[in-house]
């Protein structure tokens, strides 16, 4: 079963910086998608920023565009988020989130790590 294991997240003053972590296993197939979700109280789960593990193309939420990188670690089967010039609206649970197929003519199946609080105080 995959597992998906996030850290990194705390609280930090605006204009801060964080790194997030996804440490991904329980799984052989290279052919996933993975990258991070947020919510926060009263607003809707949104995508932030997600990778192709393999070669690498990404997405950004325009709200982070320009503050926020992401970037993986294909020994380790990690993706990070560094997130800079953070703002009190980036207060939200952040979410891994992967999407991979198992073999070459599954479907890709969604899995969700257990989230990490990220508070930016003003």
């Known amino acids: 079963e995959v597992q998906l294991v996030e850290s990194g997240g705390g609280s930090v003053q605006a204009g801060g910086s964080l790194r997030l972590s996804c440490a991904a296993s329980?799984?052989?197939?290279?052919?996933?998608?993975i990258g991070w979700f947020r919510q926060a109280p009263g607003k809707e789960r949104e995508g932030v920023s997600c990778?192709?593990?393999?070669?690498?193309?990404?997405y950004y939420d325009d709200s982070v565009k320009g503050r926020f990188t992401i970037s993986k670690d294909n020994a380790k089967n990690t993706v990070y988020l560094q997130m800079v010039s953070l703002e009190p609206d980036d207060t939200a649970v952040y979410y891994c989130?992967?999407?991979?197929?198992?073999?070459?003519?599954?479907?890709?199946?969604?899995?969700w790590g257990q989230g990490t609080q990220v508070t930016v105080t003003s």
């Open positions: 989130n992967m999407a991979i197929s198992s073999t070459p003519d599954s479907d890709y199946v969604n899995y």
């Open positions: 329980g799984f052989t197939s290279d052919d996933y998608v």
């Open positions: 990778l192709d593990f393999s070669d690498g193309l990404t």
